[in-house]
């Protein structure tokens, strides 16, 4: 589904185009991204056991670190002015195990001078909800809305994501409505949600997961 925006993305900036893959894991899409007309990628991720599996990988495939550079920080640390600004930004199976999804998107959207590529697990909800708004009997009805879904610290193992969730944390899950619209907020134009084919895994056939796309 993102292979094409994102080729469109590179082949329009350049032979110096550039992808900045937020939250990692071990590289994989990094590694498409390269494939895909990226010049150089930068992979950031908040563990550092998938930081050393993706550097493991990088050097086992023998990508040069100038092609692939991979650090361990948290998204909301980054900065331009560390890292440059990126002609494609990913936040593929990120935002939906944060508490703060929003500003993670207003970070995303800070580094990206092209496109916005967002993936997410979305709520099977999309009937607006009625909200109390500062008054007995006045109500607003939402289109936009999100769950709260509780993510056990890592060290649960029991009962933690240890690939995916992070120190015990109220992940944030918005539907398709919540999720375009938190695009717009942080900043992006044109933002559109990707068709699913029909012959892709059923989450996003059904709608229960997706991709947004939302441009600088």
């Known amino acids: 589904m993102i292979e094409p925006i994102v080729r469109q993305a590179l082949a329009a900036a350049g032979p110096e185009a550039r992808v900045l893959d ?33 550097l ?31 002609d494609v930004v990913l936040a593929l199976g990120l935002i939906y195990h944060l508490e703060n999804p929003i500003g993670a998107l207003r970070v995303a959207r800070a580094m990206s001078r092209g496109a916005v590529v967002v993936e997410a697990q979305l709520t099977a909800h999309d009937d607006p909800i009625s909200v109390g ?22 060290e649960q193992e029991d009962d933690g994501n240890l690939l995916s969730s992070f120190g015990g944390v109220i992940s ?17 134009r044109d933002v559109r949600m990707l068709d699913a084919p029909t012959h892709l895994n059923r989450q996003y056939v059904e709608g229960h997961r997706g991709v947004a796309v939302g441009w600088a």
């Not at 990094?30 to 950031?44: E, P, S, Y």
């Not at 331009?80 to 990126?86: H, Y």
């Open 172 to 188: 944030l899950v918005p539907n398709r409505a919540a999720l375009l619209q938190a695009l717009e907020v942080a900043g992006c």
């Open 133 to 154: 708004w500062g008054e007995t009997g006045v109500f607003k009805e939402a289109r936009a809305h999100w769950a709260a879904i509780f993510e056990p610290a890592e």
């Open 22 to 54: 937020l939250g990692c894991n071990e590289g994989w899409f990094a590694h498409r991204a390269l494939d895909w007309g990226a010049a150089c990628v930068v992979g950031i991720d908040i563990r550092d056991v998938n930081i050393r599996r993706a």
């Open 56 to 86: 493991l990988l990088r050097d086992h495939f023998g990508i040069s670190p100038a092609r692939l550079q991979l650090a361990r920080t948290s998204v909301y640390e980054l900065t331009a002015d560390q890292f440059g600004t990126f």
